[in-house]
T-cell receptor
Framework: AQSVTQLGSHVSVSEGALVLLRCNYSSSVPPYLFWYVQYPNQGLQLLLKYTTGATLVKGINGFEAEFKKSETSFHLTKPSAHMSDAAEYFCAVSEAGNTDKLIFGTGTRLQVFP | KAGVTQTPRYLIKTRGQQVTLSCSPISGHRSVSWYQQTPGQGLQFLFEYFSETQRNKGNFPGRFSGRQFSNSRSEMNVSTLELGDSALYLC????????????FGPGTRLTVL
């Protein structure tokens, strides 16, 4: 069975500081990995995804994530936080070829202070 | 291209009633998935439909059901509502089954009193 663990339900950073949101996965088959963002009272927006190929994935709004198979991790980073990045972030995993069934982590709420 | 739309956006029901939620996928998308989001359980997969057939099913009781129409629009139904069914119900669509990114709608907020 697949699962996702997001370390830290809340992360606070200052504007301009590095953002690091942690995600570890468990999967018995090669996974596809995703990061989604959710703003208040809205649905989920895809930030980036890893399927195959290059392990460093660049997404929207300056975010990127690196797939590390040896560490079973897919941490999300952004070099410089902006106030507009404040939201909840979800890491998700699916089986390759079954991307219509996502298993989500519990989410990390990012706060950005001026 | 218009995004995924869900109706209604907000709904209040009482215990024992049933409810039907609607989802219109992005034009051309044939796969629709449903998720339940609650503070306690997080985001959980309900079921997924492709070309009017249920392809995947999550671990929810039979009170939760869904269907997909020939135009790819989907509905989910919850019968005999319980307080614990209060949640944000999210619909997502993708163009091809099993291989494409899911795009989410804004959700329907269901409150059961």
């Amino acid at each position: 069975a697949q699962s996702v663990t997001q370390l830290g339900s809340h992360v606070s950073v200052s504007e301009g500081a590095l953002v690091l949101l942690r995600c570890n996965y468990s999967s018995s088959v090669p996974p596809y990995l995703f990061w989604y963002v959710q703003y208040p009272n809205q649905g989920l927006q895809l930030l980036l995804k890893y399927t195959t190929g290059a392990t460093l994935v660049k997404g929207i709004n300056g975010f990127e994530a690196e797939f590390k198979k040896s560490e079973t991790s897919f941490h999300l980073t952004k070099p410089s936080a902006h106030m507009s990045d404040a939201a909840e972030y979800f890491c998700a995993v699916s089986e390759a070829g079954n991307t219509d069934k996502l298993i989500f982590g519990t989410g990390t709420r990012l706060q950005v202070f001026p | 291209k218009a995004g995924v739309t869900q109706t209604p956006r907000y709904l209040i029901k009482t215990r024992g009633q049933q409810v039907t939620l609607s989802c219109s996928p992005i034009s051309g998308h044939r796969s629709v998935s449903w998720y339940q989001q609650t503070p306690g359980q997080g985001l959980q997969f309900l079921f997924e439909y492709f070309s009017e057939t249920q392809r995947n099913k999550g671990n929810f009781p039979g009170r939760f059901s869904g269907r997909q129409f020939s135009n790819s629009r989907s509905e989910m139904n919850v019968s005999t509502l319980e307080l614990g069914d209060s949640a944000l119900y999210l619909c997502a669509s993708s163009s091809e089954w099993g291989t494409d990114t899911q795009y989410f709608g804004p959700g329907t907020r269901l409150t059961v009193l």
